[in-house]
């Protein structure tokens, strides 16, 4: 199994660009997690201040 995941003659190119890509949607994941928040948030407050009379 490890023989496979080695990737050979490629792993040296083929796993820092899985790490990067990684990175990268991990990233885009946390940001779209913390625009939903923030989202939410706005909505709860917008809506609280439309009940008000």
């Known amino acids: ?3 496979y995941l ?3 003659p490629y792993g ?3 796993w820092p660009c899985f790490a990067v890509f990684a990175l990268g949607v ?3 994941l946390a940001e779209t997690l913390i625009a ?3 989202s ?3 909505l709860a ?3 609280a201040a439309k ?3």
């Open 6 to 8: 080695a990737f050979e």
């Open 26 to 28: 991990g990233g885009v």
């Open 12 to 14: 040296w190119f083929i």
């Open 36 to 38: 939903a928040r923030r």
């Open 1 to 3: 199994m490890l023989a």
């Open 45 to 47: 407050q917008l809506e």
């Open 51 to 53: 009940a008000r009379p």
């Open 40 to 42: 939410k948030r706005l």
